[in-house]
């Protein structure tokens, strides 16, 4: 069986859908992953990059990065927080490739969402930005952050302790779109997940509430979205949530 399916499977094991993960690894890391670390892991997210995998884990408190090329081989662990700084409370991470060969690599820690990139040449950005410092228009602390990347742009999704949602573009260029409220196309009620995924050049998003009822969304490319949609008919009490694109 091949890393890559392997990695797949332990998803799907999970509850998780290939190709993007937002779940809790209980198994380790991941198959031929460099050397295994203590707790491994509290959350992992994955991202294709071209013909390869970038994973991130966030393993006691630290973000550490791995990669996976065309022949399934995995790179050992790099210390993400060694080179961009130790984020207090780290309680989730996502990922997401864009236009110019970028890794965008989202954190949630103490309450705040923050961002970092790895560029087409290996190298990162000098430090942690926050997220939570621009003008999200959340007074919450942030509880969930999902990234997806769209025609080459980044677009994130934050929710907050008190149920307010919000989203906003990061063009390649490195500028950020306004924040848009997502009270009417995710809902107000308080959630313990969130995803998001491209799919056919629109941006799709999906939250688990604290009552375990899944609501999901869809921006088109001309920045309309489409009313809430509940997800009905699963089995068990849901926890967690993950989207991917699929050609099915």
Known sequence: ?????????????????????????????????????????????????????????????????????????????????????????????????????????????????????????????????????????LTAKVNGMSFASVAGDLQIVLTAADGNKKHATRKAAGTWSTFGDLGDELGRDTTIGVDATAVNGEFQAAVVTTDGKIKHTLRHADGKWDATDQVVGYPGTVESIALTGSTD
């Open 1 to 137: 069986m091949g890393r890559h399916r392997a990695l797949n499977d332990r998803r799907r094991a999970l509850g998780g859908a290939p190709g993007r993960a937002t779940a809790c690894c209980p198994h380790g890391q991941p198959e031929g992953a460099g050397v295994d670390h203590p707790s491994w892991c509290l959350w992992s997210a994955v991202t294709s990059v071209g013909t390869g995998l970038a994973l991130i884990g966030l393993a006691n408190g630290r973000v550490y990065h791995a990669t996976q090329d065309a022949n399934e081989v995995w790179t050992e662990w790099g210390d993400v927080s060694g080179k961009l700084g130790v984020l207090g409370n780290a309680t989730q991470v996502t990922v997401a490739h864009t236009s110019g060969g970028e890794t965008q690599v989202g954190v949630a820690a103490d309450g705040k969402a923050y961002h970092g990139i790895r560029k087409s040449d290996g190298s990162w950005s000098a430090d942690w930005g926050s997220v939570s410092g621009l003008a999200t228009g």
